[in-house]
């Protein structure tokens, strides 16, 4: 099953680590990647810009509303994603599990199966 | 990263939190900080190995205040007791507590820190030393360095800053609406201080943090106050002028103009950043001198090559930055888009009038130089290029303008080359 693994962590914390620890955390995490991709078990991965350009249309009831920023005030931003190929939920677990320990500090991960999947036609 | 890397981070991403409602508790700067490092203290005590709290800010806080209170105290039986006034409350503690959850004052505390650094009382020099000493925890001796004045000098500017802002007084009633726009953008003018600090005299080589500081303040003015579009404008000017810093300077440390630059060494990464924010700040049709001089900025970035640039679109902009905020500095940048779609001539008939208005300021020099030595006209060109050396404000500067005497003095006379009109980073002042 497809599972989507969605990463939130304090942005306040992330965008104080330094250019060199910025750069070690997306090289331990693309170990795990490649461990992944080598197994024929990742999907799309994606790392998201900050917050602050993030852009909320929120419909409810006649036109929807464009507002600027995230749509929740939380102590911990949705930061970015991977969709990954698990049999069970354990290995989904253990995959979070793999990113969490190549990420420094605190951070959370929410595991979700994914329902619908179109496979990408896009390459940026 | 190690533990303790990770745990500095955090400190860091936590202490405009942490110390604006600090000092919102104890209404004394020195009072705050104190307690702030306090907590600090603790948490490189204690998160190590009971793991790091689940809102860190909240944990500091919690801490900071109970330590600040013990403080107030132990003086107390030394000293007859303060004000009370002096404190704004010290009711039970765990009422810190439930404020955190709601976390109202959560931006105004931010932003009150902010706009201490940013007091109108204060001259720029140390705003700049205060915001980076109080908002981002930067040493003395970092600043100091970056600076290039020693350690006692900083902390000397430092003490006159907060005896400076003390002795203003500060508002900590929340601030209405008027108040709250008035601080924001004394804000955003500090924070462009601060990242013009780092561009002039930091260089390329990244050794002072101011740039990245700037941005990391300005990102976090702009999840406070996020439907805010000279905000996006600011950091995305900054974002833009920022992602260049690897091609500004060649090995020997003099500044490549922008036309001469290796834009594979731009930062694509923070370019599409500023786009978002641009994007984003255009929908809201309230343009403003810093969502003009990011829109400049972008399109040198939409340049695959220097020959690429829009200077129709960039001469357009400059006339509407103009327009909302007429300055002698502005009219000279526009000058040269000018000199790129009407020529020399009519840039040198721009500037002309300015010449006694910014006859203290190396780029009209440079800039009219570069002009002159275009049509040229070396003795006169010549002369512009000596009194920018004397202007300089750094050796790199300096350097640059030598360059160009270098090049006038090879070639012979009467048979000018297309020399370089020089470029200033569109609206630095």
């Known amino acids: ?124 | 990263m190690s533990d303790l890397a990770w745990i500095d981070a955090a400190l860091t991403g936590a202490r405009p939190q942490a110390l604006g409602a600090l000092l919102r508790y104890f209404r004394n700067l020195d009072l705050a900080e104190e307690a702030f490092q306090e907590a600090c203290l603790r948490a490189l005590k204690s998160w190590p190995d009971n793991g790091p709290p689940r809102d860190p800010a909240a944990w500091l806080i919690f801490v900071g205040r109970n330590s600040g209170i013990d403080s107030i105290r132990r003086r107390a039986r030394q000293q007859p007791l303060p004000d009370d006034a002096a404190i704004s409350d010290l009711e039970d503690a765990e009422e810190s507590l439930v404020e955190r959850l709601d976390g109202a004052h959560y931006r105004d505390d931010i932003l009150r820190l902010l706009f201490v650094c940013a007091h109108p009382e204060l001259p720029s020099t140390q705003q700049i030393a205060l915001a980076l000493r109080i908002v981002s925890g930067l040493s003395v001796k970092q600043i100091a360095r970056a600076f290039l004045v020693s350690e006692v000098a900083m902390e000397q500017r430092i003490t006159r800053a907060k005896a400076r802002v003390a002795a203003a007084g500060l508002a900590f009633s929340t601030p209405d609406a008027v108040e709250r726009s008035a601080r924001l953008s004394a804000v955003a003018a500090m924070i462009y201080l601060v990242f013009n600090e780092g561009y002039s005299t930091g260089g390329g080589r990244d050794d002072t943090p101011f740039c990245s500081e700037a941005i990391r303040l300005c990102r976090l003015l702009l999840r406070l106050f996020p439907g805010e579009p000279e905000i996006m404008g600011l950091t995305a000017l900054l974002l833009l002028q920022h992602s260049r810093a690897l091609a500004r300077f060649d090995a020997e440390g003099t500044i490549v103009l922008l036309e001469d630059q290796d834009r594979s060494l731009w930062d694509r990464e923070m370019i599409a950043e500023a786009f978002a924010l641009l994007d984003k700040a255009v929908r809201h049709g309230e343009p403003g001198p810093y969502q003009i001089q990011a829109a400049i900025a972008a399109l040198h970035a939409r340049a695959a090559r220097a020959a690429d640039t829009d200077w129709r679109g960039i001469d357009l902009l400059y006339a509407n930055l103009e327009h909302l905020q007429p300055s002698p500095v502005v009219t000279l940048n526009r000058a040269v888009a000018v000199a790129k779609t009407r020529g020399p001539e009519a840039a040198l008939a721009m500037i002309a009038p300015l010449e006694k208005r910014l006859s203290g300021y190396f780029h009209f020099f440079g800039l009219r130089g570069g002009l002159l030595m275009q049509l040229g006209r070396r003795g006169e060109a010549r002369a512009d290029f000596d009194r920018a050396i004397a202007l300089a404000n750094s050796a790199a500067e300096a350097a640059h303008i030598r360059l160009h005497l270098d090049r006038l003095m090879q070639e012979a006379p009467g048979e000018p080359r297309a020399g370089r009109a020089e470029q200033r980073p569109e609206g630095n002042p």
């Open chain 1, 1 to 124: 099953m497809l599972y989507a693994v969605l990463c939130y962590n304090s942005e306040e914390v992330v965008t104080s680590w330094s250019k060199e620890e910025d750069d070690a955390t997306m090289a331990r995490l693309a170990i795990v990647e490649k461990k992944l991709a080598g197994a024929g078990r990742l999907g799309p991965v994606a790392r998201l810009m900050p917050t602050t350009t993030a852009t909320t249309l929120r419909k409810a009831g006649g036109e929807p509303v464009v507002l600027d920023g995230p749509f929740a005030e939380t102590k911990e931003q949705f930061l970015g994603f991977y969709m990954i190929d698990c049999a069970t939920l354990d290995e989904a677990i253990a995959a979070a599990k793999d990113l969490a320990d190549a990420n420094p500090g605190t951070g959370c991960y929410e595991i979700r199966p994914v329902m619908v999947y179109h496979p990408s036609s896009v390459t940026p």
